[in-house]
């Protein structure tokens, strides 16, 4: 089968694939998925386990290397099979569960997070078993469910099976382009804690003309959140403490990100000046190295159309931290509830929600450096790829990290009009058969250099 004709397959295989609408959140489609991601497995040539020990399963699929040796090359490809809701289903051009080719583009919920770059690296893979056989390197994918929930049941896998997923290099699973049209290639990502604060000043409401001689829930709740944040700084003991500084090859790199304040500003037409000022490198490096903190929204009290004169009795509000090496979720927010009450609130009550601990990739390590290097090949040159040390975003690379100990790099399909978790989500044609080419010459790449090392050995 040529290569035109396996693309053309594994197109028609993502599109059953989108059609299962995997929203995690709402628990859809969830078996349904994992058995289908099986079947596609095993027809090509894998040894497949489905973990079910949680009520998200986790596929594992495994393709030894052609002479299977202890020392042999391991590459771990990490995707997801759940996708975000598609609503609102109105502002959709076309069917969300349908992938629909329009205009150079392929639309679908999860195609660019991250059905489509899953799909890209299978047809990879057949294309280079067609060609060259079975490789020399150990190919392996591990497909999770719950991504979009914080990954529940993640970490519980790689206590009970850690073993099988042992590799050299972890491919993350997606990635996207820059603005000005160069893949970004990212090692890691930022942590999070999320937790919310309340506070109870009554039994209930009061009339509002009791604010007179009464301190009610939200400007206590107010008062209490303005301690913790001052100037841009966060104001909680410890809270710095244990930060793992980014080395200056990763701030370099930072330092190289394509970036634009004023275009951001313009864009958003944003209000207030940047936190850091004017300087384009402190911009970058607090973008990607910085912890921040969140107020996500606040509530309580009467918030409908016109007026009623109420003196508020509850208060809530919803925070995230977005956090860097070094620090735990979970401290985090207790050192949130001490400075609270070192403040003197510690009537307010504070309930730990979820969390993600940080993980920073080494970009110099061999296998990522190969990767850019082919993909440098594919995209034309050493200017068609970013470099960074980690994504602003957050996702689950540090139980990766800290169960298999191997760098990871994230690539993938998508742009910056991809949309994910959007309407209209897409990727374009060009960039799904690039990421093709990529994935089949990496193997290559790495099959080449695993016999040239293997003759070495034995001459």
């Known amino acids: 089968m040529g290569k035109q004709q396996n693309i053309a397959t594994y197109q028609a295989k993502l599109a059953q ?3 299962l ?13 994992a058995q289908f991601l099986k079947q596609v497995f095993t027809e090509l040539g894998g040894a497949v386990r489905v973990f079910d020990e949680h009520k998200f399963p986790l596929v594992f699929a495994d393709f030894p290397a052609a002479t299977p040796a202890a020392n042999a ?3 771990l490809f990490y995707n997801h099979y759940d996708v975000q809701p598609a609503e609102p289903l109105a502002l959709w051009r076309t069917d969300p569960w349908t992938l629909t080719k329009q205009d150079g583009k392929f639309f679908g919920r999860g195609i660019a997070d991250c059905k489509g770059d899953l799909f890209v690296r299978l047809t990879a893979l057949k294309n280079y078993l067609d060609e060259y056989g079975q490789p ?5 994918f591990l497909v999770e469910g719950a991504e979009e929930i914080a990954s529940q049941g993640l970490d519980d896998y790689f206590k009970q099976h850690s073993e099988l997923f042992q590799s050299d290099l972890i491919i993350w699973e997606s990635g996207t ?20 604060i309340s506070a109870d000043s009554a039994s209930r409401d009061l009339h509002s003309s009791n604010s007179a001689i009464i301190d009610g829930a939200l400007w206590h709740l107010i008062d209490g959140i303005s301690s913790l944040h001052q100037h841009g700084k966060i104001s909680v003991a410890g809270f710095y403490d244990n930060i793992t500084a980014p080395t200056l090859r990763a701030k370099n790199l930072a330092h190289k990100m394509y970036f634009s304040s004023a275009k951001l500003s313009k864009l958003y037409q944003l209000q207030y000046p940047f936190l850091q000022g004017d300087n384009e490198e402190k911009i970058k490096e607090a973008y990607l190295f910085a912890p921040s903190f969140n107020i996500e929204g606040i509530s309580g009290g009467y918030e409908g ?3 009623k004169t109420v003196l508020p009795a509850h208060g809530g509000a919803k925070f995230d931290m977005r956090l860097v090496p070094g620090q735990d979720p979970a401290d985090v927010a207790d050192k949130v509830a001490t400075q609270l009450y070192n ?15 940080a993980y920073r990739s080494d970009m110099d390590a061999p296998l990522i450096k190969e990767l850019i290097a082919t993909a440098q090949t594919v995209y034309g040159g050493t200017d068609s790829v970013e470099v960074l040390p980690t994504s602003a975003g957050t996702g689950p690379s ?28 897409n990727v374009t044609e060009a960039d799904y058969l690039n990421g093709i080419e990529v994935i089949t010459q990496f193997f290559a790449n790495l099959s080449a250099h695993t016999r040239a090392d293997d003759h070495s050995i034995t001459a």
Do not use: W
């Open 305 to 307: 159309a016109s007026v």
């Open 17 to 19: 694939y989108i059609k």
């Open 177 to 196: 382009k820059n603005e000005r049209g160069q893949l970004r290639i990212t090692g890691g990502n930022k942590g999070i804690s999320c937790f919310e």
């Open 73 to 75: 090359t391991t590459v």
């Open 136 to 140: 020399p390197v150990h190919i392996k």
């Open 398 to 425: 540090y139980n990766f990290n800290h169960y298999l100990h191997a760098p990871i790099a994230a690539i993938g399909i998508g742009n910056p009009n991809s949309g994910a978790h959007a309407p209209n989500e």
């Open 21 to 33: 609408g995997s929203v995690s959140a709402q628990y859809q489609h969830i078996q349904e998925t």
């Open 343 to 357: 403040n003197g609130f510690g009537d307010l009550k504070v309930d730990y929600t979820m969390g993600v601990t």
